[in-house]
Nanobody
Framework: QVRLVESGGGSVQAGGSLRLSCAAS????????MGWFRQAPGKEREEVAH???????RYADSVKGRFTISRDNAWNTVDLQMNSLKPEDTALYYC???????????WGQGTQVTVSS
């Protein structure tokens, strides 16, 4: 059974930091790309950060320089360090897995991030 379980969300003031973590199991994690997505009310889901099996990363323009994605293949986890948070970062954040890096197959339930001004 595939499981992606996010943790670390919460409420923070603008300028603060949060670290999200995703624990993965039930699929070939080491050969999968991983990503973090977010969806704010009334908006489409967007990819925030992506990391492939060679640790190559990409970020949405809106978070470049503030967010950092990382993965630990020993523990099957992927983290998102979020610094200098802004109110517009408020959203439900999802962890996702792309087996073989051929498109995202699996999604977590999400963790809420709320940034107040």
């Amino acid at each position: 059974q595939v499981r992606l379980v996010e943790s670390g969300g919460g409420s923070v003031q603008a300028g603060g930091s949060l670290r999200l973590s995703c624990a993965a199991s039930g699929y070939p994690y080491s050969s999968s790309c991983m990503g973090w997505f977010r969806q704010a009310p009334g908006k489409e889901r967007e990819e925030v950060a992506h990391i492939n099996i060679n640790l190559w990363t990409r970020y949405a323009d809106s978070v470049k320089g503030r967010f950092t994605i990382s993965r630990d293949n020993a523990w099957n986890t992927v983290d998102l360090q979020m610094n200098s948070l802004k109110p517009e970062d408020t959203a439900l954040y999802y962890c996702a897995a792309a087996v073989g890096c051929r498109g995202y197959n699996y999604w977590g339930q999400g963790t809420q991030v709320t940034v107040s001004s």
